[in-house]
């Protein structure tokens, strides 16, 4: 009987991993690469072709600021979520028409990057560099839409493992490889090269279909509310009503929508809290590793190559348990692995220059790291209502994102002012709140997601 319930239990996980194999799953690690491959461009493959070329270290570090608009993306995502672009958007939809002008102004916007000349006009090549920046994180925008409304949400954790997927081996491509490229042909020459990468992106595009994109009642019930309202107003009727319904639609109501669901402020407090834990003891822990006398081939190695793998097998398998036994409780079997595998960096404060035991420490915490981020990018994609996906992820993403470094940053200070130990036991301490805050949620406020709404009332 034992060995049967033990058969069948597996044949059950077994099944699940069967959602990698889903085309709608396996697309999105090209679209993934087409994601993380502009990133390196703007930043370190960027910034060593400043530095070889003999740019300051003042101005070098100016450039990093063309990292803002992926931060405040979520300014212009009711454009992508509700603007039709001419021709394009008749025939291939709002989300393909969207992406194949976002990647073609990523190709002209890389090879143009690429014909600059730093060192005569490093004006232009900011200007290029900020407008890659641009389409990229507007892609982006695109792309994270286009992910949550083809997938059920079963396949959520699949999803964002498989797109993380792409996107390392994008920012790999970009990175590394045309480092390689560069030491043997011209700059121009490697970012030329780099933006015909993009074509990826545009035959994925292609070759798959445009997502079915329904309002829910509750948005289109929202949206005759403000257009009745504006036709009851004889100075607001015609052109003028359309006008200003269009932008109610656009930017006030993916706002609205979310800030009228129950318990949604407590949500958004578990969305800064959840990896605040893990964030505040990442952002410490290559000076932890100097300090223990690590040497940087040794950090090299096992810190970023050797936990990049990690991390990726940690999100295979976040997917897998998203399909398997839900988000949530994905959400909270991951948080406590998250919170558990702090302790091992106290564990390797205690051992000191120990190898073996940086190794466990390097693995436990990325593939921990790796399943929570998997669950919780599925969990982000299940807040979403379809009738605003772009901008509601965008502006969730982007909290998260800004959250996480602002509460993080505290860590350096902290660090100043206790041991490594006392240190990492209250960065464990740190991911309790999260995951109180997601039981309380979830017996709280007990509801289906958007998408799973809409398809109940379809």
Not at 246 to 271: C, D, K, N, Q, T
Not at 282 to 307: C, D, H, Q, R
Not at 344 to 360: C, E, R
Request: glycine share 10%; aromatic share 12%.
């Amino acid at each position: 009987m034992h060995g049967g319930a033990t058969e069948k239990g597996l044949r059950q996980w077994l099944n699940s991993c069967r959602v990698y194999t889903d085309r709608r799953v396996l697309s999105l690690l090209f679209f993934g690469f087409s994601s993380g491959l502009p990133l390196a461009l703007t930043f370190g493959t960027l910034s060593l072709w400043l530095a070889e070329v003999g740019i300051s270290k003042t101005t070098i570090g100016l450039f990093a600021l063309m990292g803002m608009p992926y931060t405040f993306k979520f300014l212009w995502a009711p454009i992508v979520d509700r603007m039709s672009i001419p021709y394009l958007t008749r025939w291939l939809g709002r989300r393909k028409g969207w992406a194949i002008v976002t990647q073609l102004a990523l190709i002209a916007a890389i090879t143009g990057l690429g014909a600059t000349d730093p060192l005569t006009h490093p004006e232009l090549t900011a200007i290029l560099a900020l407008l890659v920046a641009i389409c990229s994180a507007t892609q982006d925008i695109v792309i994270d839409a286009y992910r949550v409304e083809i997938l059920e949400e079963r396949q959520f954790g699949a999803g964002a493992a498989t797109i993380v997927l792409g996107y390392r081996i994008g920012m790999l491509v970009s990175g590394a490889g045309a480092l390689y490229l560069a030491t043997y042909v011209s700059w121009f020459a490697t970012y030329t090269l780099m933006a015909a990468f993009m074509l990826v992106g545009i035959i994925t595009v292609l070759a798959n279909p445009e997502p079915n994109i329904r309002k829910s009642s509750e948005s289109m019930e929202q949206e005759r509310r403000i257009a009745s309202f504006l036709e009851s107003r004889p100075h607001l009727r015609g052109r003028r009503a359309r006008v200003l319904a269009r932008i109610y639609g656009s930017v006030v109501s993916p706002f609205a929508e979310f800030m009228a669901r129950r318990g949604w402020l407590f949500v958004l407090l578990f969305i800064l809290f959840y990896k605040f834990g893990d964030a505040l003891a990442g952002v410490m822990g290559n000076p932890f590793y100097v300090e223990l006398g690590f040497t940087k081939i040794e950090i090299a190695s096992i810190s970023k190559v050797f936990g990049l793998g990690a991390t990726i097998v940690g999100g295979i398998m976040g997917g897998i348990m998203v399909n398997r036994v839900g988000i949530v409780k994905s959400l909270i079997v991951c948080g406590i692995l998250q919170m558990l595998s702090n302790l091992m960096f106290a564990v390797l404060a205690v051992a000191g220059n120990d190898i073996v035991v940086l190794t466990f420490t390097i693995a436990i915490e990325n593939l921990s790291g790796g399943m929570g981020t998997a669950a919780f990018v599925a969990y982000l994609s299940s807040l979403c209502n379809i009738a605003y996906t772009a901008t509601q992820y965008a502006l969730l993403s982007s909290f998260m994102a800004v959250g996480r470094t602002l509460l993080s940053s505290s860590g350096g200070w902290l660090a100043d002012h206790m041991d490594w130990i006392s240190f990492f036991l209250l960065t464990t301490a740190a991911a309790i709140p999260g995951l109180l805050l997601l039981v309380w949620i979830t017996k709280r406020f007990p509801q289906s997601s958007p998408k799973e709404q809409e398809i109940n009332n379809s």
